[in-house]
C-alpha cells in the first residue's frame, strides 16, 4: 500500500530557511502528481504547492517566491525548499499524491502523509 512519510519540520528563525522531504513508498508507477499541504492552528488545510509527473510546478500565492518544489525520482522523494520564512508559515505541513493528475493547487489528493511541524520564531 502507499506511504508518505515527511520528514525535515522543526524549528526555524524569521527569515530563515527548512527543507522538507517527502519519501513515497507502494507505488509501482510513479504518482501523476505529489504536493504539499499545510495547516495552521485554527485554519483550514492549505494547499501551497505541486509538482507534475511532467515536471510542471505550481504555487499558492502565499509561498510564491519563497518556496520551492523539486523531486528525486531515484529516491521517490519529493522535497519543499522553504526560504525567507515567517511567523504565518507554522503549521503542520503535510505530502499528499495523487494517481490522477494535480489539477489546481489544493485540490485534494489521494493519499497523505501524517505530516512534519514547522515552527517558525
Known amino acids: 500500500h502507499v506511504q508518505l512519510v515527511e520528514s525535515g519540520g522543526g524549528s526555524a528563525l524569521a527569515g530563515g530557511s527548512v527543507r522538507l522531504s517527502c519519501t513515497a513508498s507502494g507505488y509501482t508507477a510513479s504518482p501523476a502528481c505529489m504536493a504539499w499541504f499545510r495547516q495552521a492552528p485554527g485554519k483550514f488545510r492549505e494547499g501551497i504547492a505541486h509538482?507534475?509527473?511532467?515536471?510542471?510546478?505550481a504555487y499558492a500565492d502565499s509561498v510564491k517566491g519563497r518556496f520551492t518544489v523539486s523531486k528525486d525520482n531515484s529516491k521517490n522523494t519529493l522535497y519543499l525548499h522553504m526560504n525567507s520564512l515567517n511567523s504565518e508559515d507554522t503549521a503542520m505541513y503535510y505530502c499528499?499524491?495523487?494517481?490522477?493528475?494535480?489539477?489546481?493547487?489544493?485540490?485534494?489528493?489521494?493519499?497523505w502523509g501524517h505530516g512534519t511541524q514547522v515552527t517558525v520564531s
Open positions: 499528499a499524491t495523487d494517481r490522477v493528475a494535480c489539477r489546481q493547487v489544493g485540490y485534494p489528493k489521494d493519499y
Open positions: 509538482l507534475e509527473r511532467g515536471g510542471d510546478e
